[in-house]
């Protein structure tokens, strides 16, 4: 089993939303806020038991990059979101302009 970080459960979220086609995004006050896949589905995206991935959420929280919305499930916070976005930009450009539309996409990074 490869080891687990918080970098590698956002590129993991990432990855998942693209494979999807779904990228869920909450416009909250002045703050973007992106859904993110259940714990559940990035164990097994990861190959990995459920209960690996649980500490990380914690430390994610902990970081305040997650947050539980009752609901709607696991979304970022600002900084979370600022995050996945950069992840996005930098390694997954060309598969979010095609999800999103290169004008959505481009006013997400200025919004972030």
Known sequence: MAALSVDILF???VR???LERSITIV???TTIRMK???TRRLAEFLDVQHYYVLPYFAMMEQEELVTRAERVGIITTAKGSRKM???MQQNYRAECNEIL???VFD???KKC
């Open 11 to 13: 590129d993991a979220a």
């Open 36 to 38: 993110f896949p259940t």
């Open 101 to 103: 539309g290169a004008s």
């Open 107 to 109: 006013e997400l990074l």
């Open 16 to 18: 998942i939303q693209l």
């Open 27 to 29: 416009f909250a006050d």
């Open 85 to 87: 976005i950069d992840l």
